[in-house]
């Protein structure tokens, strides 16, 4: 167990259906983040929230939008996807922003198990 | 080019040898270094952090070369354990913006 929870595990879904998916970390972390990892791809992050704000989207199709109500929740919510947004979404945390400038290492991304989405 | 390459691999070795992996980046301007593992299915962990005057954590040792803009992950008598994906991470300045390179798989064997 990380201290970073996400449901649903897996899912199924169709091009039409809406869906969300859900991040918790029990860390006391400030920044949460958005990962999507697809086969034979290295991980490409999406999204990016510092104390709740949104600081950076990285060209995401709006068919996913991302909900982050405080610093311990992030959500990522789907609709009208598409065959090729299957892959694993992984949610992550950090005390601060990833790569900042801190050797104590406090600055590490923490992730969750993933969410497998499939989309038919 | 991409902004972080590492080694294709795959990489098989049997137990007890020693494997390095290589991983460049683009980006000059790069600040934070990590290598992380992950195991078939499972979320990325970090192994460590790579400082500037390279590092060592049991059979593990981390080299940056900013001049040369790679860093390496050493890994001496390797266990069975030690099969997984090695990831390359690398951070620019604008803290947030970590980027991942494809990842060397290795199979350790008895």
């Known amino acids: 167990e990380t201290g970073v929870t996400q449901t649903p595990r897996h899912l199924v879904m169709g091009m039409t259906n809406k869906k969300s998916l859900k991040c918790e970390q029990h860390?006391?972390?400030?920044?949460m983040y958005w990962y999507k990892q697809s086969a034979k791809k290295p991980l490409e992050l999406m999204f990016v929230?510092?104390?709740?704000?949104?600081?950076e989207n990285n060209s995401v199709p709006s068919r996913f939008s991302p909900e982050c109500p405080n610093s311990s929740h992030l959500f990522l919510h789907l609709h009208t996807l598409q065959p090729e947004d299957s892959a694993l979404y992984l949610c992550?945390?950090?005390?601060?922003?990833?790569?900042?400038?801190?050797?104590?290492?406090?600055?590490?991304?923490?992730f969750g198990a993933g969410s497998r989405l499939t989309v038919l | 080019r991409k902004e972080v390459e590492q080694d294709p691999g795959p990489f098989n070795v049997p137990e007890g040898a020693t494997v390095a992996f290589n991983c460049t980046y683009s980006?000059?301007?790069?600040?934070?270094f990590f290598w992380y593992r992950q195991d078939c299915r499972k979320e990325p962990k970090l192994l460590m952090s790579?400082?500037?005057s390279g590092n060592e954590d049991g059979r593990f040792t981390a080299q940056l070369n900013r001049a040369s803009q790679y860093i390496s992950l050493l890994i001496r008598d390797s266990k069975l354990s030690d099969s997984a994906t090695y990831l390359c991470?690398?951070?620019?300045?604008?803290?947030?913006?970590?980027?991942f390179g494809d990842g060397t798989t290795l199979t350790v064997k008895p």
């Open positions: 992550a945390s950090s005390q601060g922003l990833a790569g900042g400038l801190s050797r104590s290492g406090a600055n590490v991304l923490t």
């Open positions: 860390l006391g972390h400030n920044a």
């Open positions: 929230y510092n104390f709740k704000e949104q600081t």
């Open positions: 980006n000059s301007a790069s600040q934070s």
């Open positions: 790579v400082y500037s």
């Open positions: 991470v690398v951070s620019p300045t604008n803290a947030g913006k970590s980027t």
